[in-house]
């Protein structure tokens, strides 16, 4: 059933991750830049992802899925398969309302090519398409200017800022809602 989560655009293929995925996953980890703001991560320690973790993490997001709870998909580049990033989209409420939100990371290394522009807007398709989300929102930290950036880029839309909305690093964070919802 996850097959039918999976599109390609031009240079991408944006879909659940396999276990062969491993090996380009934990080099694409292994090989990011330091970091370059401070919503990126940069260099990460991997230790502990080995290839047993890897299959238990895919099955682990499978039963997201499958709960209609979370759905990860991993973007890979066309011409080598490189492991570029993840997108995730979460079910925040259905019934009358069929409302997601969307997350997004690309590894450092392969910004500013405009590969998430690239894979936001396929992901949309897939959200708005066989998820049958009517409305997909975006929580962004008012200081994240690249998210921001991003958000704007595939045609999301600012909406408000949520005080106190998210506990991150011991403190609720105030976020920036940027939404889009289907015709």
């Known amino acids: 059933m996850l097959h039918q989560y999976e599109i390609t655009t031009s240079r991408l293929t944006i879909r659940p ?6 090996t380009d996953w934990l080099y694409q980890h292994k090989n990011r830049l330091p970091s370059q703001h401070k919503y990126d991560e940069g260099n990460l320690d991997m230790c ?5 973790w890897f299959d238990s993490w895919i099955k682990r997001h499978e039963q997201l899925a499958a709960e209609d709870s979370e759905y990860l998909f991993g ?5 080598d398969n490189a492991h570029l990033g ?12 069929q409302w997601g939100r969307v ?14 522009k690239e894979a936001v807007q396929a992901v949309m398709h897939i959200a708005m398409g066989p998820l049958q989300f009517h409305r997909i929102e975006a929580h962004i ?43």
Do not use: P
């Open 141 to 183: 930290n008012t200081d994240n200017l690249v998210s921001i950036k991003l958000a704007e880029s595939v045609g999301m839309k600012f909406e408000c800022i949520r005080k106190s909305f998210i506990y991150e690093h011991g403190n609720w964070t105030d976020q920036l809602i940027y939404f889009i919802h289907s015709s």
């Open 75 to 79: 973007v890979f580049r066309q011409e």
């Open 17 to 22: 991750f396999r276990k062969e995925d491993y």
């Open 48 to 52: 502990a992802c080995t290839e047993e």
């Open 86 to 97: 993840d997108i995730d989209i979460s079910t925040l409420l259905r019934g009358d309302f």
């Open 103 to 116: 997350g997004y990371m690309l590894h450092n290394q392969h910004w500013n090519q405009g590969y998430g």
